[in-house]
């Protein structure tokens, strides 16, 4: 068994992780990156691990391992970061930490003990900006469904009438409606640092959480409770600093908010490098800025964390000669996350946040988050006959698998109507 596990586990593992809702295409830098924070043992355990969260005594039944080895096997790799740990109803579920939000993260927040940080941030970024197969895997074909979303900076919203801002839109919101926080090690600004690539001098402990995140992140020691007014502290900090928030891309019970720069955060970075918007979902505003209130300073293009905004010059038409030039601030609606971070750093307040005009949809919560990601990513059928050791559930994977590989089915489950229903009987099963 041993000889089997060293020899053939770790490309198992590779497949099992690129089952999840993050796509992991497999490739030799993959195989570097698992070897490196999964031991056989481990990586044994997750490939006989069911995919959707579940009790000790049903992986103890799936794995056929006993429960006195494997309930402080499961603990060490939630400290780890390689499992996940959810208290409900009065037991612990376990389940497998996808890539992002999951071991990338947990890992890069490590503290303490002999770790191998800067290691595994040459793999990480190894992995992720190698090449281009990561990013298309998971937004090569118009995916839209991502873990996070922009949250914008309420005071750069135009004040008119007919705009409401909804409490999932704001963070004071966010943090008004829960009682427990957390702050930790940001996992991408700890990875630049090890890489020499961090641009910007915040302090690393910049990653917050709440609610039942934070109970995760505190219980495991990825993170430091911390109160509502060093959280709010946080918050002005970034607000200063012209950093962008961003959330869970929830509209209920958003489990964090991160403070991210355009020199440090994985997504936004992401965004440059391969062009896909829609890695970090956008809120439902937009920049817009009045032409004849820029002054022209390039301040808001400087700022942006994802290069929207470029500085364009025109003949001013007001003037008397019409040879004297003036620069405006041009925005890319196609990129523009609607984070507000240009309009912060805008003196004129030329530079506002509109409403969009086409909705932007978010999931309701992370259970349809989590269910639209995977069909998305064509990894639907995982979590639904989720016993990775039943022949018969196998065969039921490849079915809905294959069903689920047709186009035309996935566009009409991604339609807003048909997804209602699709998800209402999903819930009706859980």
Request: overall charge neutral.
């Amino acid at each position: 068994m041993g000889h089997i596990i060293g020899k053939d586990i770790y490309r198992q593992l590779g497949q099992k992780v690129d089952n999840t809702t993050v796509r992991m295409p497999w490739s030799e830098s993959l195989h570097v990156l698992l070897k490196s924070l999964y031991s056989p043992a481990q990586a044994d355990i997750i490939v006989r691990m069911p995919y959707r969260p579940s009790s000790l005594s049903r992986i103890v039944k799936l794995t056929g391992i006993d429960q006195k080895k494997l309930q402080p096997m499961l603990e060490d790799m939630c400290c780890k970061g390689l499992i996940c740990d959810m208290w409900e109803k009065d037991e612990y579920l376990y389940m497998i930490s996808p890539f992002v939000i999951g071991f990338f993260e947990f890992t890069m927040m490590r503290t303490g003990g002999n770790l191998d940080s800067k290691k595994w941030a040459e793999l990480f970024q190894s992995y992720m900006f190698g090449d281009r197969s990561f990013i298309d895997a998971n937004f090569g074909d118009g995916q839209q469904i991502s873990v996070m979303r922009a949250l914008p900076h309420e005071e750069t919203i135009r004040d008119v009438d007919h705009v409401e801002i909804l409490d999932y839109e704001k963070a004071s919101a966010l943090i008004e409606q829960q009682n427990l926080f957390a702050v930790g090690l940001c996992s991408c600004r700890h990875e630049k640092m090890h890489l020499g690539k961090q641009g910007c001098d915040v302090t690393l402990e910049t990653c917050t959480s709440m609610g039942d995140a934070a109970q995760f992140l505190i219980r495991n020691k990825f993170a430091r409770e911390i109160s509502r007014s060093e959280m709010e502290d946080i918050l002005a900090r970034s607000k200063d600093m012209g950093f962008t928030l961003s959330t869970d891309n929830v509209k209920h019970n958003a489990g964090f908010i991160c403070h991210c720069c355009g020199c440090c955060c994985n997504l936004m970075q992401g965004i440059k490098f391969s062009g896909y918007p829609g890695m970090l979902v956008s809120s439902s505003f937009i920049a817009k800025c009045d032409l004849e209130g820029c002054a022209g300073c390039g301040l808001c293009a400087s700022a942006c964390p994802i290069d929207a905004i470029t500085m364009i010059e025109k003949s001013d038409s007001d003037s008397a000669s019409s040879s004297k030039i003036k620069k405006y601030a041009e925005i890319n609606q196609k990129l523009c996350l609607g984070c507000g971070v240009c309009a912060l750093k805008c003196k004129t307040g030329a530079l506002q946040m509109d409403k969009r005009a086409q909705k932007v949809i978010h999931p309701e919560d992370s259970f349809e988050r989590v269910i639209l990601q995977s069909l998305e990513r064509g990894t639907l059928q995982n979590l639904i006959f989720d016993n990775p050791n039943s022949r018969s559930e196998s065969f039921m994977r490849a079915v809905l698998g294959g069903f689920l590989k047709l186009s035309p089915v996935k566009r009409g489950l991604m339609s807003e109507t048909l997804r209602s229903r699709f998800l209402n009987a999903l819930r009706c099963k859980k």
